[in-house]
């Protein structure tokens, strides 16, 4: 998870969902949970001198004021300015070597230099944003050609008239059989305004070639649809990742849902690997009417404790689908709701993130993350490296995981097993509701009694 503290105040998340054709591939080597931002540069900013050196100082800067650990995990930190600064660089690529060695000193994966593309990437996955055609792309395994498999509505790609289904065969005139969805999904993105040239086939047909202006488009990060299962009704909510858009669009898939009258929920965070802080806590406030969301514990030693706040949109049961690379932001709502007994969580063990990061943006454009606080559960547990244990354990072996992940078409059917078993858990909860004499539109709606202070 991380935060932001940038100059620039934009916000980050590692784990990478390519953008504007986005792939459906989430890695989670570069996890990230970001805090809200407030400036910093101006203390340093009067410093600051031309070359690689200024860089540097400034990064040792952020990272000596404000390291989650006053020690430096036992590192000699005035020794590695002295070292920093008494290099000489013949490039500013040089410099930056020598900078992630200093950090690497810090054995904390996740407080890390970001070179100036890297940190553009970060930035621009968080706002939920991205300049690109608006194209979701998957890699069919057994055609070995790369698909549309969504197309945004309004966005260059639906105007210029490709559809789901259609093969990307070359994107500026290279060829798209050896790479991956999320390797074409980079080709896609660019400028805004500028232009690229899309190569595609239909059904086996013949290529055709359009030119497509590259736009700023809304990412989604939120799918949604109600699932038919038995006599159930089943709100299936998936969020891919926690950035600036997340809360808005998942407050439009809770009501969407709850209209159309559910029996109760499923939340997907399986693969999510993290993301803004801010959308974590409005998510879980969501689906919590009251209780502690999570306590986090800063450099100082002081701790903050944030709650649910009586706002929540429904009251209809739930339960949470995790697995290894549900992290960071995914691992805070999924803690609130268990530690809360709100929803039955299910699946396989979490990743295990339990550390907070800043996001800063450096004078040359290049980025820096650093760790500034851990965080615990409602009730107490630190789950770093441990993840969290679902209540109920849905194993699936490396190739169901394989076909289930690849095809997202697949996820929140009876071809997926852990969502199968999630609405299993639900059902003696639903039954009790029903025998109740509520209905479906009552459960999915916070009372007035519940949200009266």
């Not at 549900?326 to 295990?352: M, P």
Request: glycine share 10%.
């Amino acid at each position: 998870m991380t935060h932001f503290r940038s100059p620039s105040a934009l916000g980050s998340l590692g784990g990478a969902m390519a953008l504007m054709g986005q792939s459906v591939t989430i890695a989670t080597t570069a996890l990230t949970f970001l805090w809200p931002a407030y400036p910093v540069a101006a203390q340093t900013e009067a410093t600051f001198e031309e070359g690689p050196k200024a860089v540097l100082d400034e990064a040792w800067q952020l990272v000596n004021r404000e390291y989650v650990d006053p020690t430096f995990n036992q590192v000699d930190w005035d020794a590695a300015r002295q070292r920093l600064l008494g290099g000489e660089y013949s490039s500013r690529d040089a410099a930056y070597a020598a900078l992630r060695q200093e950090l690497n000193r810090l054995n904390d994966p996740y407080t890390r230099f970001l070179d100036p593309q890297e940190y553009s990437d970060l930035t621009d996955q968080t706002s939920g944003e991205a300049s690109g055609v608006g194209l979701q792309l998957r890699r069919d395994s057994e055609s070995q050609t790369v698909l549309v498999m969504e197309i945004l509505p309004g966005s260059p790609a639906e105007q210029a008239g490709l559809q789901v289904g259609d093969r990307i065969v070359l994107v500026d005139s290279q060829a798209t059989d050896r790479l991956t969805a999320a390797g074409v999904a980079r080709l896609l993105r660019g400028a805004e305004n500028s232009q690229v040239t899309l190569t595609f086939s239909r059904n086996g047909g013949q290529n055709r070639t359009v030119i497509l202006t590259r736009v700023r488009l809304e990412l989604p990060t939120v799918h949604y649809a109600l699932r038919q299962v038995g006599d159930y009704r089943i709100g299936y909510i998936r969020l891919d990742e926690f950035n600036a858009h997340a809360a808005e669009q998942m407050t439009t898939a809770i009501n969407t849902l709850t209209d159309l009258g559910i029996d109760g929920f499923v939340l997907d965070l399986r693969g999510n690997p993290g993301g803004l802080l801010s959308a974590s806590i409005e998510i879980s406030r969501m689906w919590l009417q009251r209780g502690p969301i999570v306590l986090t514990q800063g450099r100082s030693g002081a701790s903050e404790q944030i709650s649910a706040n009586r706002t929540a949109l429904t009251q209809a049961p739930l339960a949470v689908l995790v697995n290894a690379r549900s992290a960071s932001s995914s691992e805070i709502v999924t803690g609130a709701l268990k530690d809360n007994d709100r929803a039955v969580v299910v699946g396989t063990t979490t990743y295990g993130k339990a550390l907070v990061q800043s996001l800063y943006g450096l004078a040359d454009g290049s980025g820096l993350t650093v760790t500034v606080a851990h965080y615990y559960t409602p009730n107490g547990t630190d789950i770093s490296t441990r993840g969290i244990t679902p209540d109920i354990e849905v194993a699936m072996s490396g190739r169901d995981q394989q076909v289930l992940f690849g095809d997202p078409r697949l996820l929140g059917t009876e071809a997926d097993p852990q969502f199968w078993q999630a609405v299993t858990a639900l059902e003696t909860t639903i039954i009790a509701q029903r025998q109740g004499g509520q209905s479906p539109r009552q459960l999915g709606r916070s009372s007035p009694e519940d949200s009266a202070e």
